[in-house]
């Protein structure tokens, strides 16, 4: 078996180097070709072996990972002499075909990374491996039953699925129970898949795309091994609100597995925005949206949130019309219902617990009630697809549909007429086409759905061709109609405008549904059908992937500008990516630049840089006024204490530093040292606009619990810190557009800050007291040649800017040592960062300890 990409042997072995590329061509509207109906088993170009002046040298390559590959086995027999080896093929009805369909051959190479349905023997393993690699280009993960079935149908089925279909465990007879050894499992399995996926990657060319809730921490495996690799993965499933997900005991190693991906792909807004809220709520992480994109900061890397939901491919559709067995299908249906003078309403679900089958059954019956003269022609048609889990839920949704469907029949029945039909046996995908063409409206009636792709089919089919056309003895030029009744819990939901959307918990809104389905005017019915179809035609599959992969690309073109590490163990491992000119402030470095020097300039922020945000009591320490008094005492040093606090607060904690410049409220105010007046920046405020504003924030604050107005000198703050994160935010920005409105005519700024929506003067920002301290010194013949500037926030930016901006004038020394710091690794003007405020303070004992060895000795007496 090969140990690196068998592209890259190929490209070696020619001597060519590689050349891929690039996916921002148009996103094509439709995607017609049908191409994976035809049998492309002896194709030579599929296989690994064919030239390489044709092969993927020339073409960029996606590796899609899911599950399940989309092949289909079959064991070959010899007339009773025992097995002989596998026919396998391509599964025609796999999204992840359909996929590559939709992506073009011709432009991208495609390798499929996936488990078979089948078992294959541990001798066979090899073999089979080759053969669909050189075949199919697929890579299968071969798993052991045991653990194929803790990973697959324990965790997976029992434990996720449940409950990203908002399903809680609440009692043991419900299953799904958190258990660490099937999880335990499910991470084992996500290994083996990774350890697969070594095996074809090239890491710096490859693109990697992993499908849904089965392998939500492989991310984390493949960014372990590559830091650069370029990763997007999509969910399939619905992702719960946070009151739901936050039960998992391992919630936030799911999480942090996800953000290793550098793309996140959701079908709907909700789902993405449960997703956002989780990982504010329980790692703190907040999201912004830039010209459309949606992105989370994620220890410097940017990773993109993608919403659109998946389509259906056209081209299978169309080409199953045509189909002479289409044809006759439709005809005998066309005898079974219409000529009998029946209405068909048509149900095509999985038999699950979260389809709404017996639901969708309650209705039917009450339709049947609450209007008698729909009874004798009115027929739905149930197919029960078999469930794709198995266990004691599946069971008892099986036992209460037939117990349903008979007493329906049993009721309403009569020789010739049977309101329900349930259909349990496999249709092939020519007859359930035959069903939607003549279903009058089609009900999808799911409590909780990812997707589902039944409405698509539905109205694609009901479009028809000619052909059909011919059958149901329509008009070529016929405008056609159709008829939708939907869950407004799935997916597809939001898609359909035109659909009758419903609560299927309440039976007798999907009854009343029903009936203004059947009464509505053909008319109206045509509208609905002609948008319908229109958003379901040029939002196919192919517009799907092409437009993921290029947001993928376009995610990517990050990762050669910065500079990549990781960090962290097991699942908590995560990569930081940071600017190539932006590197952590090292003590040796600093302590050696603060030793060769000899006039120094140092500023520091106070909440968040020396003070932790999260500690209730803001007041220094011993410790930290210890420090400052000794950075003090050099009296070559000038230290300035930079903060958004009040004056007053501020005199009070550092009354002990006698030598402590300090600047209140953003820099308003300001003494050089101790037993100095208080300076203003700017000429004295005119705060009469409080009397607008404080009203105001008293509202949001009466309106938001956890917030507080806190009322300085020349300043309003209203701050949200206590408060949910999600309302307090979302508060924040209505004050903040509400202030900017009632203020427009004030001289004041308002701005959001961290946690708080805050109100000043125009022009004071804490640049000022950079620009006012490098003066003074300059004054005093003090130019420096060390200048340190410390800060956490965006108002520490303007400090920073200042800064490294002065180093061109005459008030920083020529060669000066500037050490312009931020905390934190995110973006910012600064050059450097520490990670927290544990090593800020580390760092300011460190030079406090060299400066103590400095000062000269006092004479004893």
Not at 561 to 573: E, N, P, T, V
């Amino acid at each position: 078996m090969v140990s690196r990409s068998y592209s890259n042997l190929l490209e070696l072995a020619s001597g060519e180097s590689p050349s891929f590329g690039r996916m921002s061509r148009r996103i094509p509207r439709v995607m017609t070709v049908s191409g994976i109906m035809s049998d492309i088993d002896d194709d030579p170009s599929e296989s690994v072996c064919s030239d390489p002046s044709s092969s993927s040298a020339q073409r960029e390559r996606i590796i899609i990972v899911a599950n399940q590959l989309p092949i289909r086995a079959q064991r070959k027999s010899d007339s009773g002499k025992g097995s002989k080896g596998w026919i396998f093929s391509w599964d025609e009805n796999s999204l992840l075909l359909q996929l590559k369909d939709g992506l073009g051959d011709e432009d991208i190479e495609v390798i499929y990374v996936g488990c078979l349905k089948e078992e294959i023997h541990m001798n066979e393993q090899e073999e089979v491996s080759q053969i669909l690699l050189e075949t199919f280009k697929c890579m299968p993960v071969f798993l052991a039953q045991d653990l194929f079935s803790r990973y697959y149908h324990g965790f997976c089925k029992q434990q996720l699925w449940p409950l990203f279909h908002y399903m809680l465990p609440l009692s043991p007879d419900l299953g799904g129970r958190f258990n660490r050894s099937l999880w335990q499992a499910y991470v084992s399995a996500n290994k083996i898949f990774a350890d697969r996926i070594m095996e074809v990657i090239n890491p710096e060319d490859d693109f990697v795309w992993i499908h849904d809730y089965h392998l939500m921490v492989l991310p984390t495996f493949l960014r372990k091994r590559f830091n650069r690799v370029k990763l997007g993965f999509f969910l399939h499933s619905p992702f719960p609100s946070s009151e739901i997900y936050k039960t998992l005991p391992i919630r936030e190693e799911l999480l942090r597995a996800l953000l290793n991906s550098d793309l996140i792909g959701f079908h709907t807004f909700d789902y993405a925005r449960h997703f956002l809220s989780c990982c504010s709520r329980m790692l703190g992480l907040t999201y912004e949206s830039k010209r459309g994109y949606i992105g989370l900061e994620y220890y410097g890397r940017t990773v993109s949130i993608k919403i659109l939901p998946v389509g259906i491919h056209m081209g299978q559709l169309q080409s199953v019309f045509s189909l002479p067995e289409t044809e006759a299908k439709v005809a005998e249906l066309i005898k079974q219902f219409h000529d009998q003078g029946r209405i068909m309403l048509l149900g095509v679900d999985d038999m699950d617990i979260f389809k709404g089958i017996s639901l969708k059954l309650l209705a039917m019956e009450q339709l049947l009630v609450q209007h008698p003269e729909w009874q004798g022609k009115v027929v739905l048609v149930q197919i029960a697809n078999p469930a794709r889990g198995r266990g004691k839920d599946v069971k008892e949704v099986q036992a209460e549909t037939y117990l349903t469907v008979e007493r329906i029949n049993v009721t309403f029945g009569k020789p010739g007429y049977e309101p329900v039909v349930l259909i349990e046996e496999p249709l092939k995908f020519y007859e359930r086409i035959a069903y939607y063409v003549i279903a009058e409206c089609c009900l999808v009636t799911a409590v909780r759905d990812g997707m589902n792709l039944i409405p698509y089919e539905y109205i694609i089919s009901r479009q028809g061709n000619e052909i059909l056309d011919k059958v149901l003895g329509l008009a070529p030029s016929a405008p056609k109609k159709s008829m939708l009744v939907v869950s407004e819990f799935i997916g597809c939901s939001p898609s359909l405008s035109g659909a009758i959307r419903v609560n299927p918990w309440n039976i007798d809104a999907v009854a009343d549904a029903m009936d203004c389905a059947l009464e509505m005017q053909d008319q109206e019915k045509q509208l609905r059908h002609e948008k319908h179809y229109r958003y379901v035609s040029t939002h196919d599959v192919g517009y799907w992937a092409r437009s993921f992969l290029q947001d993928l690309e376009r995610t990517c073109l990050e990762h050669e500008r910065r500079r990549c590490w990781g960090i962290g163990f097991g699942l908590s491992f995560r990569v930081v990516a940071l600017d190539q000119s932006f590197r952590k402030l090292s003590m040796e470095h600093i302590v050696s630049a603060y030793k060769r020097t000899t006039t120094r300039a140092i500023l520091l922020d106070y909440d968040g840089t020396l003070m932790p945000q999260g500690t209730i009591d803001k007041s220094p320490n011993s410790k930290t006024i210890e420090i400052l008094n000794i950075l003090c005492r050099e009296k070559n040093n000038m230290v300035f204490l930079v903060s958004a606090r009040s004056r007053k607060t501020l005199a009070e904690w550092f009354s002990p530093c006698e030598k402590l410049g300090i600047a209140a409220e953003h820099g308003y105010f300001l003494r050089l040292s101790r037993d100095e007046e208080w300076e203003t920046c700017i000429p004295v405020a005119d705060c009469s606009w409080k009397q607008v504003a404080e009203p105001v924030m008293k509202l949001y604050t009466e309106t938001t619990d956890g917030s507080t107005i806190e009322d300085k000198e020349t300043a309003l703050v209203w701050c949200y810190e206590d408060a949910d994160p999600d309302f307090g935010s979302c508060q924040a920005k209505e004050l903040l557009d509400h202030l900017e409105s009632v203020l427009a005519n004030e001289p004041v700024t308002v701005k959001s800050g961290q946690n708080l929506v805050e109100v000043k003067p125009q022009g004071v920002n804490k640049g000022l007291v950079a620009k006012r301290l490098l003066s003074t010194m300059q004054e005093r013949e003090m130019s420096p040649d060390f200048v340190l500037c410390i800060g956490d926030d965006r108002s520490d930016e303007d400090m920073f800017e200042v800064i490294i901006s002065s180093m061109a004038g005459p008030s920083i020394a020529p060669k000066a040592e500037v050490f312009a710091c931020t905390v934190g690794r995110k973006p910012s003007k600064a050059k450097y960062y520490l990670d927290d405020t544990v090593e800020i303070v580390r760092l300011m004992q460190g030079l406090a300890s060299v400066t103590e060895q400095m000062l000269p000795v006092p004479a004893l007496p």
